[in-house]
């Protein structure tokens, strides 16, 4: 696709976005307003984000989260600066499908129209906003930002670039942890492992020694998450939410660790029977893309997504850390059909959040509905990965392949090996 079609692209879509998120913009929000704007002016003021205010996530995240307070020191102030910077992200993400993502036209915007959909969707922009009466999620939530900082490694990642792949997504992880178990997947075939350790442990270690310049502490973060019980949303809890809904007695939701939570008996054995299955099935995804051909885009997808689907909180800004992704490993494709659809009944839980108390049938069923698709989304995208055809299989060691669509990156990083001149001829079709 050529670099003024592309650039033509970027704008129409990046336009397409300012007009629907703009007008949301300063919307209330709970979470800007009673956690991160208090939180923000109270770390501007000198205190430590973990030891005084128990902020949850790793330490680059607090730049992007009090930034805007600098700005504007005002409650409102900080939620207007606050969604225009994670606008800011999401505009990013466009640029670099846009410009980045290798590929013919078909391709490109393909996934751009999947992230675009998807996104407007989720946020509540699509169907009655009425309905909901806060901000739209990808701009009162920061995943839009690791997020861009994963789709930009990979590529990276595509091009061969060894220090600049494991840099970015040392700094995604930096910002929100999930990032660190992608390395596996990227690290496959990779051959310059000391550039990828260098550059990985550079932005690390500079978050480290802040903490330890200014006296703090980041236990509390790691101690926050593991305290965490079976959040509504997750799938594990979706069984006991439907025998609630079905007569069944003993089960109800509390509030802790910033939701809703289910309480009944058996949840704590369901949160570690989720955590388990996702693990072992995380484990196996990350063996079998190893011997494999899948592209890195695809193995990264499959990845997030048992992550996502397994995790014993799965908020629903979670799903942003899969839309930009699977948009660019699938395009137009039933893999991402079936996730508009996922994110869709993600949308009707949350206009129907009410009857999260009470564990209505009009916020169970559509959030049972949500979970169902997430785990046919997580077959179509793991299955082939796990049970490659023949023809997909990575060759034996010291045998060619004659296959043209092999990972572009085996032929990067060495002087002595050959450099694709496009790497499109080395990607996979959008289906």
């Known amino acids: 696709m050529p670099t ?14 300012i007009a629907a998120f703009v007008p949301t913009i300063g ?31 790793p330490p680059l995240s607090v730049p992007v989260l009090i930034a805007p307070i600098y700005v504007d020191d005002s409650t409102q102030g900080f939620v207007d600066g606050f969604m225009w910077e994670m606008l800011a992200f999401d505009l990013a993400i466009i640029v670099l499908i846009a410009l980045a993502l290798p590929g013919d036209t078909r391709r490109v915007l393909s996934a751009l129209g999947i992230y675009t959909v998807g996104l407007l969707i989720l946020s509540d922009v699509v169907l ?18 690791p997020t861009l900082f994963v789709l930009a490694a990979v590529l990276a990642r595509d091009r061969g670039r060894s220090a600049t792949w494991s840099g970015l997504l040392s700094v995604g992880v930096a910002i929100k942890a999930f990032p660190l178990f992608l390395y596996p997947a990227l690290l496959r075939r990779e051959i310059s492992l000391r550039r990828v350790a260098v550059a990985g442990a550079i932005p690390l270690l500079l978050c480290a020694a802040a903490v330890i310049v200014t006296g703090d502490e980041f236990g509390s973060a790691i101690s926050y998450h593991t305290q965490r019980a079976l959040q509504v949303e997750s799938l594990a809890a979706s069984p006991f939410e439907i025998a609630h809904v079905l007569g069944a007695s003993g089960i109800t939701t509390g509030v802790g660790h910033g939701g ?17 299955i996702g693990a072992a099935l995380y484990l ?54 079936v996730l508009l659809v996922a994110i869709l009944f993600t949308q009707i839980e949350l206009q129907n959040y009410d009857g999260v108390d009470a564990l209505s049938g009009a916020f169970v069923w559509p959030l049972a509905a949500r979970n169902v698709y997430l785990l046919v989304y997580l077959a179509l995208v793991a299955t082939p990965i796990l049970r490659p055809r023949t023809a997909d299989r990575a060759p034996s060691a010291g045998t060619a392949s004659p296959d043209s669509s092999a990972d572009p990156s085996e032929f990067s990083d060495s002087p002595h090996r050959f450099r694709a001149t496009s790497p499109a001829e080395f990607q996979p079709c959008d289906l």
């Not at 003024?4 to 976005?17: D, E, G, K, Q, Y």
């Not at 009425?130 to 930002?145: E, K, M, N």
């Open 27 to 57: 919307d209330w929000s709970s979470i800007l307003i009673n956690d991160f704007a208090p939180q923000a002016r109270a770390i501007k003021a000198g205190d430590l984000p973990y030891r005084d205010q128990d902020i949850e996530y």
């Open 260 to 276: 809703f939570e289910i309480s009944a008996s058996g949840a704590t054995a369901a949160r570690w029977i989720s955590v388990v």
């Open 4 to 17: 003024r079609w592309r650039a033509t692209a970027a704008v129409l879509v990046c336009a397409i976005h």
């Open 128 to 145: 009655d906003p009425s309905l909901i009466d806060t901000g739209p999620l990808a701009l009162d939530r920061f995943d839009l930002v």
């Open 284 to 337: 196996a995804i990350v063996g079998a893309g190893w011997r494999s051909k899948t592209s890195n885009l695809q193995l990264v997808t499959a990845l997030l997504t048992v992550m996502v689907v397994f995790a014993p909180v799965l908020s629903p800004q979670f799903l942003l850390w899969i839309l930009p992704v699977s948009a660019c490993a699938y395009g137009l494709s039933r893999e991402n059909l």
